[in-house]
């Protein structure tokens, strides 16, 4: 018997194998969400996206905390403790849905949860956490300013002591969650430094107006904070860190979670595009059988496994504590602009059906323009790989 016939079939959704890669809790842990994705949101997104609304918002908060997926990763008070690899395979899955649902889960656990887990106080923790872990309780995460977003060094929001209290004054722009949240998690300057806050949304002079008339994260709450000098006692302070390492941190772990997302995504299109080649005609037989479409196939496959493969990878570097920021960059910045490429590729495909909401691959490309650019532009995190390569600093 020859050696190949040994081998396994060719997998085309697996093109590479990297299924086995995973342990069989990884692959029940993504089996699970890819399956509640297609129950609760895949027959109602496309309507949801062209209403841009996410109206059922809290129940699927609620549902995800059942599932495990809101601070997913993270230890204790009531949050699952999943490794790394297995929460980027739950945001591959949620992404593969729609970029909002995504969305909603990182900001909750990778944003808001991981701030109050990392930096808050322990009475913090056990305030805020069990609720946010279960979903009854959405968080949202203020950083990014109307005139401050890639430098959040130079943010305006400013929190003054008056007496025990705190007085915070000032706005956040489009943050995720914004309008449904129980508590926010807000970054301000202070006289000692920039630091965290955990802002009860109920808290007078607290709003968050929603933000309209977007054309990309439809299916997503997104939303302006305003802060009308908040009054907040001495201990609303995350007490363990000053300075911007606190929300950078945050952010670094939440670029982790897009790292995978964006093939999710990506994945999506891909799969479309190819059942769109078998069974649309032209000229007597499939595009599929064409060798111009197959080869905007194999591109696509290939840039969405080697994807993948880099997403593990840094997955397996996080849960062994070695995942650096640079790599973070390194990830989100090749495979959300791949993404995108496959996205648009596989609407040629489609010819004029991919503009249609019949089918995903507008929505999905739609959005990952947001994708590209928040939680750090393109430019940014080619200027992190540069400062890392060259040990320059271009930033000024």
Request: glycine fraction near 10%; proline fraction near 5%.
């Amino acid at each position: 018997m020859s050696a190949s016939s040994k081998l396994p079939p060719f997998d085309p959704a697996d093109p590479l194998g990297i299924d086995d890669l995973l342990e069989p809790e990884d692959l029940a842990i993504r089996d699970t969400v890819r399956g509640w994705a297609a129950d609760r949101v895949l027959p109602r997104v496309a309507e949801w996206y062209e209403r841009g609304e996410l109206p059922e918002i809290r129940e699927l908060a609620r549902e995800l905390g059942a599932l495990g997926a809101l601070g997913m990763s993270l230890d204790g008070y009531g949050c699952a403790g999943a490794s790394a690899v297995q929460y980027g395979l739950a945001c591959l899955e949620l992404e593969a849905a729609d970029s909002g649902i995504r969305s909603l889960v990182s900001v909750q656990g990778s944003l808001a949860m991981y701030a109050v887990h990392r930096f808050g106080s322990e009475e913090q923790k056990q305030t805020w956490l069990p609720g946010m872990a279960a979903g009854e309780v959405i968080g949202c995460f203020g950083l990014t300013e109307p005139d401050h977003g890639s430098d959040p060094a130079a943010m305006r929001t400013y929190a003054k002591r008056d007496g025990s209290d705190w007085v915070l004054t000032g706005r956040k722009m489009w943050i995720t969650n914004g309008s449904v949240a129980g508590v926010a998690v807000v970054w301000a300057q202070t006289d000692d430094g920039i630091r965290g806050f955990v802002v009860p949304t109920a808290a007078p002079g607290f709003s968050a107006p929603e933000i309209k008339h977007k054309w990309s994260l439809r299916a997503s709450v997104t939303s302006e904070l305003v802060l009308d000098e908040v009054r907040l006692p001495a201990d609303a302070v995350l007490p363990e860190v000053t300075g911007l390492r606190g929300p950078l941190s945050c952010l670094s772990h939440a670029r982790y979670g897009i790292v995978w997302g964006a093939m999710g995504a990506a994945r999506s299109c891909f799969e479309t595009a190819v059942e769109y080649s078998r069974t649309r005609e032209q000229f007597g037989r499939p595009i599929g059988g064409f060798q111009l479409t197959q080869a905007k196939l194999a591109d696509m496959a290939v840039e969405l496994h080697k994807g993948i493969l880099l997403a593990h990878h840094l997955g397996r570097r996080m849960d062994a504590g070695r995942l650096r920021p640079e790599q973070v960059s390194f990830g989100k910045l090749n495979n959300v602009r791949e993404a995108i490429e496959i996205c648009r590729t596989a609407r040629t495909v489609l010819g004029a059906n991919g503009i249609s909401l019949e089918y995903p691959v507008m929505r999905h490309a739609t959005n990952l323009e947001s994708v590209l650019t928040y939680e750090g532009t393109v430019e940014m995190h080619q200027l992190v790989l540069g400062k890392a390569l060259t040990g320059l600093d271009a930033f000024r």
